[in-house]
């Protein structure tokens, strides 16, 4: 496979950046949204087979445990942007098994990483993350509970802070 080199300084006139996305129930989308607003990215949601109700929740945490990987669909291509901006909620202290598949196989150049969680795990993911895709440019995490508040928000801040200066 050929690999793919950083594009010199001098023909880096504005940075292509892509957010892209799992989502089963919001939280993750709303997250990569702002990020994408932030940034002035575009943005790209991964689609998947249903994880509806408490089967789909079931099947979710399997897959995810089992790193399986589903067939997906998105519609943007990565290999237009410089850097890509994955996001996923936690499954199990594991990566959505739709973000598994989109990774699989793809090389990064400049990644960043963020995670919706409950509550606990997401430190595990972003290492899988660093080990599959690369040292990031940023990472960040955000708990369910602090949506409700700025924390959120002064999170997304600093993570595309980062970005921006890399
Ligand atoms: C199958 C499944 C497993 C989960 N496991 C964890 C977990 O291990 N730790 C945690 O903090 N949150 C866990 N969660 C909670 C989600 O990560 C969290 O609610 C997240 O914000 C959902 O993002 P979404 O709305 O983009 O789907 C789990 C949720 C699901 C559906």
């Not at 589903?70 to 973000?99: E, H």
């Not at 972003?126 to 990472?139: M, N, R, S, V, W």
Request: aromatic share 8%; hydrophobic share 30%; charged share 30%.
């Amino acid at each position: 496979m050929k690999k793919k080199t950083k594009p010199k300084k001098s023909e880096n006139k504005k940075k292509r950046i892509l957010v892209v996305f799992y989502s089963r129930s919001g939280n993750t989308k709303n997250v990569g949204n702002e990020i994408a607003s932030i940034l002035n990215a575009d943005i790209c949601e991964i689609e998947s087979q249903h994880y509806n109700g408490i089967l789909g929740y079931i099947k979710a945490g399997y897959q995810a445990v089992k790193k399986k990987k589903p067939l997906i669909r998105f519609s943007k291509n990565p290999d237009n942007y410089d850097t890509i901006i994955i996001g996923t909620p936690n499954w199990g202290s594991a990566m959505a098994s739709p973000v598994r598949t989109f990774i699989e196989g793809r090389e990064f150049i400049s990644p960043a990483y963020f995670c919706l969680q409950g509550g606990s795990g997401g430190e595990k993911i972003l290492k899988d993350f660093e080990q599959l895709c690369g040292k990031p440019l940023a990472t960040m995490i955000i708990n369910d509970p602090e949506l409700k508040t700025d924390i959120h928000k002064n999170k997304i801040n600093e993570f595309c802070e980062k970005i921006k200066q890399n």
